[in-house]
C-alpha cells in the first residue's frame, strides 16, 4: 500500500469518532483560598527549546504528503499563526521517500503560510542525519520529532519490523542537527528507563505521547480487517503515568512535554504542575476543525488557555513556574502504580 493511500486512510480513522480524553482524575490541586495575586497578572509563559513562548500549547504531528493533508495542513498552519502557538506537522518520509512535487508541497505550505511562526519537522527513528537534514530544509523548521511508534508498525502489515540501533540513530541525529530534537510518542507512552536513556542523548524533548488518546493500535486494527484481541488494542502506559515516570527521572535533564488524550484544560494544568513544559494536542485540533471549521478551533485554544489562566490562579499561582511548586495529591492506580515502580508519589503533596 502507498504511503499517501495510508495517510488518508489514518485520517479517516482518527476521524470517524470524538477525541479521546486521557484520565487525570487520580491528580487533585489543592485550592489555595488566599493567593495574594491578581488574576490579570497571571501569564501561562513557558521556556522550552531555547525559547520563551506565550503558551505552552502546541499543535502535535497530525498529517501531511496528501491532498487531504494539503487542506488540513493549511488550516493548521492559519490556527497557528494566529494563536501563536507551534505547530508540528506529520512524518515527511512520503515526501522524502518520492519526488513528488505536490507530497513536499503539503509539508511546505505550512511554512509559506506562518513565515515567522514556529514549525517542528517529523521522521520516525528509522532517519538517518542525511534525512533528518533534509526534513528540517524542507520546512526551515525550528525543532525535529523524531516519532517511536512500534506498537503502531507491527500492527501494520506493511510496517518496519526492525528497530536495532534506535537510540544510536536518535544519538547521531540530535549530535548533526542544527535545531532541537524531540523524541516522540505516538499513544503509547514512555517509561523512566526508556526516558533516562533519552534525557542523555542529546536530544532537546521528549514528549511522552501517552495512551488515552488517538489509538493507533484501534486504528490499524480497523484498517487491517479486526485481526488484534481487545486486551492488546489497550496496550500503552497512560499519560498521566507517563509523565510522572518521566518527570521522577528527566525533570530538569530535558524539556517535558505531555501529549495523548490532552485537550480538557484541568488536565492540561495538572500536566504543567506534575513538571511538563508543554502541552502538546493533535486528535482534538483535528477534530474541531474537521467538524467546526477554522475559527471555532481558534476559539477553543483561546478558551483553554484563559481557562488554564484560571486554573493557575486558583491553584496560588501568577505562573506556570510557580505552577510546578503547589502541592499536588495523588490518589488511586496513579499512586499504587507509582509506589509499586521505586517512586513516592508523596513528594507531590508535600511541596510548598
Known amino acids: 500500500m502507498s504511503r499517501p493511500y495510508r495517510k488518508n486512510e489514518h485520517l479517516a480513522g482518527v476521524l470517524r469518532g470524538k477525541p479521546g480524553r486521557t484520565d487525570f482524575s487520580d491528580i487533585a490541586f489543592v485550592h489555595n483560598c488566599l493567593p495574594d495575586l491578581d488574576f490579570d497578572l497571571v501569564n501561562l509563559e513557558s521556556s522550552y527549546l531555547g525559547r520563551t513562548h506565550r503558551s505552552p500549547l502546541f499543535i502535535n504531528a497530525i498529517t501531511g504528503g496528501t491532498g487531504l493533508a494539503t487542506r488540513i495542513n493549511v488550516l493548521l ?113 514512555i517509561a523512566a528507563e526508556q526516558a533516562a536513556a533519552l534525557a542523555v542523548s542529546g536530544i532537546g524533548a521528549i514528549d511522552i505521547g501517552g495512551r488515552g488518546g488517538t489509538n493507533f493500535l484501534s486504528v490499524e486494527n480497523r484498517r487491517s480487517g479486526g485481526t488484534l ?83 493557575t490562579f486558583m491553584a496560588g499561582a501568577s505562573n506556570l513556574n510557580e505552577l510546578r511548586k503547589v502541592p499536588l495529591v495523588i490518589t488511586g492506580y496513579s499512586a499504587q502504580w507509582l509506589q509499586r515502580r521505586g517512586f513516592n508519589p508523596d513528594q507531590y503533596s508535600q511541596r510548598k
Open 77 to 189: 498552519a492559519l490556527v497557528a499563526k494566529e494563536c501563536g502557538i507551534p505547530l508540528a506537522i506529520g512524518s515527511q518520509m512520503v515526501a522524502l521517500a518520492s519526488s513528488s512535487v505536490s507530497a513536499r508541497r503539503s509539508f511546505a505550505i505550512t511554512r509559506k503560510l506562518n513565515p515567522q511562526g514556529e514549525i517542528w519537522a517529523n521522521l520516525g527513528s528509522y532517519a538517518s542525519p542525511v534525512m533528518a537534514a533534509e526534513a528540517v530544509k524542507m520546512i526551515k523548521a525550528d525543532a525535529l520529532q523524531i516519532h517511536l511508534n512500534l506498537p503502531q508498525e507491527l500492527a501494520m502489515p506493511e510496517g518496519e519490523r526492525s528497530f536495532s540501533g534506535m537510540t544510536d540513530r536518535i544519538k547521531a541525529i540530535a549530535a548533526a542537527s542544527p535545531v532541537p530534537v524531540i523524541a516522540k510518542e505516538v499513544g503509547f507512552g
Open 229 to 311: 484481541s481487545p486486551g492488546t488494542i489497550t496496550w500503552g502506559i497512560p499519560t498521566v503515568i507517563s509523565l510522572l515516570e518521566v518527570n521522577a527521572v528527566a525533570g530538569g535533564k530535558t524539556n517535558i512535554f505531555a501529549s495523548g488524550g490532552m485537550h480538557n484544560p484541568l488536565d492540561l494544568a495538572k500536566a504543567l504542575a506534575i513538571g511538563a513544559d508543554a502541552i502538546g494536542m493533535a486528535g482534538f485540533p483535528l477534530y474541531i476543525l474537521h467538524r467546526y471549521g477554522r475559527d471555532a478551533l481558534v476559539r477553543a485554544i483561546k478558551a483553554i488557555e484563559h481557562e488554564l489562566r484560571m486554573i
